[in-house]
């Protein structure tokens, strides 16, 4: 099929100061959240615009900013958020830290499921807080939430950290489970704070739900950012979206405070050609990472790999069971990189319980993915 969008085209990215490509020249990494695809034209031709106005001041966000944000949910996800909800945040991270900080007190717990992504429970001991998880229950090669678990947990908890579309596990969670973990928060007054950062990325198969579309709660905050989906990551350029407004303006007065609440000089523009010329791109990004998905499933079932990819229908984060094969991910991971220069990460660092998980970043060229499956199938066989 022919597509606009070059996504085979190799990125050089060890020249660029790169945190997930700082790594040995022969080497290739299939770790840190951010894809090898290059940026929509549209996007780059935004950013050189805006870097041949040549003063480089400080800025303000734009309505056009917000709009763009509004457009791109209401035409995708049928969900309709309002201007006066947003405030810009530089990132998604920086945001949980604010509002962990001026939602919970030291000592107090924060609840989120297991395993998750890292830096959450970064935030909640950087701040002095208990993280107070409540673990998925794997079974049968998926994942599902122990409901009786997590309303304990929430009875003790401030503050509710949910990830949806889940990193690093690619569960999309349903309207019913959406709207059961609302009526858990409502019941014991818990904040809920929704990161969807990863919601344009679901394979084109099955559309991620929306927290904010599902029930109204008047302690919802959502974290929004093209970060992912748009490889922007570097820009930090996000948003929360908080309809009530005694809420919205006690977190927009803690993002000033914590100097996360302004955005640089190329923050802006990026991020409304993302939204506003974006659609072709991502559709033809998940198609090619589903593609990627594919290889991957099909390699394993031809060569007798006993690998077991979960979830898979949403992001390009695939968690996959070695525990045919292992119960220490860790000395997988570091066993495996050491002989082949090829970087992955444990489970261990998402506070899986079962040490036998290993995550795969799966956006990148087919040629890498080709030569990952063959490396598995050396080191494995």
């Given at each position: 099929?022919?597509?606009?969008?070059?996504?085979?085209?190799?990125?050089?990215?060890?020249?660029?100061?790169?945190?997930?490509?700082?790594?040995?020249?022969?080497?290739?990494?299939?770790?840190?959240?951010?894809?090898?695809?290059?940026?929509?034209?549209?996007?780059?031709?935004?950013?050189?615009?805006?870097?041949?106005?040549?003063?480089?001041?400080?800025?303000?966000?734009?309505?056009?900013?917000?709009?763009?944000?509004?457009?791109?949910?209401?035409?995708?996800?049928?969900?309709?958020?309002?201007?006066?909800?947003?405030?810009?945040?530089?990132?998604?991270?920086?945001?949980?830290?604010?509002?962990?900080?001026?939602?919970?007190?030291?000592?107090?717990?924060?609840?989120?499921?297991?395993?998750?992504?890292?830096?959450?429970?970064?935030?909640?001991?950087?701040?002095?807080?208990?993280?107070?998880?409540?673990?998925?229950?794997?079974?049968?090669?998926?994942?599902?939430?122990?409901?009786?678990?997590?309303?304990?947990?929430?009875?003790?908890?401030?503050?509710?950290?949910?990830?949806?579309?889940?990193?690093?596990?690619?569960?999309?969670?349903?309207?019913?489970?959406?709207?059961?973990?609302?009526?858990?928060?409502?019941?014991?007054?818990?904040?809920?704070?929704?990161?969807?950062i990863h919601s344009d990325l679901d394979y084109n198969e099955k559309r991620y739900n929306p927290i904010i579309k599902t029930k109204e709660y008047e302690r919802l905050i959502l974290a929004l950012s093209p970060g992912k989906?748009?490889?922007?990551?570097?820009?930090?350029?996000?948003?929360?979206?908080?309809?009530?407004?005694?809420?919205?303006?006690?977190?927009?007065?803690?993002?000033?405070?914590?100097?996360?609440?302004?955005?640089?000089?190329?923050?802006?523009?990026?991020?409304?050609?993302?939204?506003?010329?974006?659609?072709?791109?991502?559709?033809?990004?998940?198609?090619?990472?589903?593609?990627?998905?594919?290889?991957?499933?099909?390699?394993?079932?031809?060569?007798?790999?006993?690998?077991?990819?979960?979830?898979?229908?949403?992001?390009?984060?695939?968690?996959?069971?070695?525990?045919?094969?292992?119960?220490?991910?860790?000395?997988?991971?570091?066993?495996?990189?050491?002989?082949?220069?090829?970087?992955?990460?444990?489970?261990?660092?998402?506070?899986?319980?079962?040490?036998?998980?290993?995550?795969?970043?799966?956006?990148?060229?087919?040629?890498?993915?080709?030569?990952?499956?063959?490396?598995?199938?050396?080191?494995?066989?």
């Amino acid at each position: 099929m022919r597509t606009r969008y070059n996504f085979d085209k190799e990125t050089n990215r060890k020249a660029t100061h790169s945190y997930k490509w700082n790594i040995p020249d022969n080497g290739a990494s299939f770790t840190v959240a951010d894809t090898d695809f290059e940026v929509a034209s549209e996007i780059q031709q935004a950013i050189v615009n805006r870097a041949k106005q040549s003063t480089y001041g400080y800025t303000y966000v734009p309505d056009e900013y917000y709009e763009a944000y509004i457009r791109w949910w209401r035409d995708r996800y049928q969900t309709e958020l309002k201007k006066e909800w947003f405030i810009f945040s530089t990132s998604v991270v920086a945001s949980v830290d604010t509002i962990i900080k001026r939602l919970t007190e030291v000592g107090e717990r924060v609840c989120l499921f297991s395993p998750n992504y890292n830096v959450f429970y970064n935030c909640i001991s950087n701040n002095k807080r208990v993280a107070e998880e409540v673990n998925l229950t794997y079974q049968n090669h998926e994942y599902s939430i122990d409901w009786k678990k997590l309303e304990e947990s929430l009875s003790k908890s401030k503050l509710f950290i949910h990830c949806n579309p889940h990193n690093p596990i690619g569960k999309q969670y349903s309207i019913e489970e959406n709207e059961k973990i609302i009526s858990l928060c409502k019941k014991y007054n818990v904040y809920l704070l929704s990161d969807e950062i990863h919601s344009d990325l679901d394979y084109n198969e099955k559309r991620y739900n929306p927290i904010i579309k599902t029930k109204e709660y008047e302690r919802l905050i959502l974290a929004l950012s093209p970060g992912k989906s748009f490889n922007l990551a570097g820009l930090h350029s996000s948003v929360l979206v908080i309809p009530n407004e005694e809420l919205r303006l006690k977190i927009e007065k803690g993002l000033q405070e914590d100097d996360v609440g302004e955005p640089s000089y190329f923050s802006i523009e990026p991020v409304i050609a993302a939204y506003t010329k974006g659609d072709e791109y991502v559709q033809e990004e998940n198609a090619y990472i589903y593609e990627n998905k594919k290889y991957l499933k099909e390699f394993f079932i031809k060569n007798y790999l006993n690998l077991e990819i979960i979830g898979g229908n949403a992001t390009y984060l695939l968690w996959v069971d070695i525990s045919h094969y292992s119960n220490d991910s860790v000395a997988f991971v570091n066993d495996f990189s050491n002989k082949y220069n090829l970087f992955l990460i444990d489970g261990k660092h998402y506070h899986e319980s079962q040490s036998s998980f290993v995550r795969i970043n799966i956006a990148t060229q087919k040629k890498n993915i080709i030569h990952l499956c063959n490396c598995l199938l050396d080191y494995l066989k």
